[in-house]
């Protein structure tokens, strides 16, 4: 009895030092660490969902657009947009790299053929939202300088703040990127960015939900604080690592006709 | 095609619709209702066109693998107060792991650069309203298509038993493309209605990098016809006989990318028309056209495109040959006769969503200097409702298409409401 005590009690300080070392760890961490963390954390190896978009004007007018939306891990999405009429059968692919910029194809039905967007158009907006094609990528981990700027309580979530700053010769929009990272999973839940004035230009917010054994957005929203102009997004019916393949993440599949 | 044709077809192409589909399949109706009223600025006939077009989709799904799409217009004209229906495509759709297959009335679009594209030859073009989208203004065609996918590369193979041509506006004296007396009465000779008639393509594409390229070949006929005139020594005149099409080969190539900031295109074909004695001088030499194109979006959200096209006809030997050879109407690709051409085109979408848009689209006859210039707004009040109010100029040498135009400048305002 004294020795399974004896066993119970060193686990107990085992298991506290453990902890302990792992705060340590994770408050000695540097920004570069943490936005490498953040790259590589788990994600679902496939995922796929409903998505309403809200575009808010400054006014309150909301417009709705609905998509039906395809991930492959953090590398490839493909999406349709199902709502309203006018866009009804568009779709947007995206594959994304390490070591170059991202590909992305959009296929409106008017032309009958997908389209490569090109790395400058990436600075326009996503179908009329506040998030550019730029936003809807991933960012490098080496194309940007990262600086651990403090922590932060959100939503009692305990956070990082880092800044990222483009390395020269990087083309963005922003001249810094302010990120809150969530400590326990490794997740964005906030983002300030900065235009090239280093004003504060647009805010994002993400809300986590849990959904099997992985931690994925489930709304998330983007203000142009300029233009007053407001993104929503909504995903819904999240379904994850359900066996989708790789394949369907090809422009071939872009010009299908989905409901 | 006669539009009473399309219900055995659409009943037919049903038969190739998986069986169980018919009982758990998704049926959508969708479509559009669009008013467009365009007026000369200059008279005497002040009206130019009052349409109403009805578009209507039915979109049926089974699961992922297979699609059935029809997609029609009811087309009022306001000023003869006549109407038609129009059955632009009915098609069915097998998906499969390692293909897509399409059989049926459809339009296939071919090439990769913006308006221009010497390679879309598979779908001629009504060109009575040419200031129509290209989309619309296509005339669907009966045809399998059936894509293959080998790894990294697809290989598309189209059959095409269908022939049409290039509906020129023939009844608006206006707007004629070709001017020769005596067109509008004659009706072409067509191909005969023959298994070793219709028409095939092949293409395969892949990407390299940054690029998507294709590499394509069609055989078949020409989809402009070419006038044949015949001497009356009474008159001492060159009188229209009959309008006739060749059988043509094309081969062509494109691409698409990024290179540095900018997006860039390229497509080219080269064309070889049949001539079976040799020597007949209505027969074009092969001829290649090229177009080559780049876009830019600026930090403001200004979106620049600007592309170059011109035609080369080879095996040339004196000027004389070149002078008769230039007097051939170019057969193919764009409809418009013209031998090099320069289009550009500044867009800006503006409003809180992006929802609105202005435009300034031109297009200059580098050999004729002729030019048309189309600046549009649209404003979108709604979702899925367009209002559009836009200018059609046309002007320079007398030579020139546009030129001969020039008197036509129109003024117009399009509304379009999406359900």
Known sequence: ?259 | MNNLVIIPVILLLLLFYPLEGAFCQNYEIRGSVREWIKNYIEGPQDQGLMETRIKMELLSTMGESSAFHVKSYYIYDGIKKTGEWEFQEAYVDLYYGWGDFRFGKQIVAWGKADELNPTDILNPQRLGNFSEVKNIRKIGLMMFKGSFWLGENTLTFVWKPEFDYYRFPTDNPRFSFIPIPGLGELQPDLPENELKNTEWALKFERTIGLYDISVSYFEGWENIFTPIFTYDPNHQVQILDKLTFRRIKMFSADMAGSFHSFGVWTEAAYFRTEDSGGNDPAVKNPYIQIVAGTDYTFMNGLKVNLQYFKEYITMINNDSEEQMEESIMSRLGLGFPMRQAFSSRFSRDFGPSEQHSAEIFTLYDIDESGYMVQPKIIYSPEDALNLEFGLNLYGGGSESMFGRFKKNDEVYIKAEFSF
């Open chain 1, 1 to 259: 009895m004294k020795t399974r005590s004896s066993i119970a009690a060193l686990m107990l300080i085992l298991s506290i030092s453990w902890s302990d070392a792992l705060l340590t760890a994770q408050e000695q961490m540097t920004g570069a660490q943490i936005m490498e963390k953040v790259d590589t954390r788990t994600v679902p190896v496939d995922s796929r969902m409903e998505t309403i978009m809200k575009l808010i004007d400054k006014r309150g007018s909301v417009r709705e657009r609905t998509l039906k939306s395809y991930r492959w891990g953090d590398d490839k999405q493909i999406m349709w947009f199902l709502a309203p009429a006018d866009v009804k059968g568009s779709s947007f692919l995206k594959h994304t790299y390490d070591d170059r910029d991202d590909d992305m194809w959009l296929y409106l039905p008017s032309f009958g053929k997908v389209r490569r967007i090109a790395s400058h158009a990436k600075k326009g907006s996503f179908m009329g939202s506040d998030f550019t094609y730029e936003d809807m990528g991933d960012r490098k981990l080496k194309d940007y300088e990262y600086k651990l700027m403090g922590e932060e309580k959100i939503d009692g979530k305990e956070c990082w703040i880092v800044e990222s700053i483009p390395n020269k010769g990087v083309v963005t929009d922003y001249s810094k990127i302010v990120s809150w990272v969530w400590k326990t999973e490794y997740m964005l839940i906030k983002e300030d960015f900065y235009d090239r004035r280093n004003q504060l230009k647009k805010k994002k917010v993400l809300e986590p939900v849990n959904v099997g054994k992985y931690w994925v957005a489930q709304f998330m929203s983007m203000e142009n604080l300029k233009s007053k102009h407001k993104t929503e997004i909504y995903m819904n019916n999240i379904e994850v690592d359900t066996g989708l393949e790789e394949k369907l993440f090809d422009t071939r599949y872009m010009k299908r006709i989905h409901r």
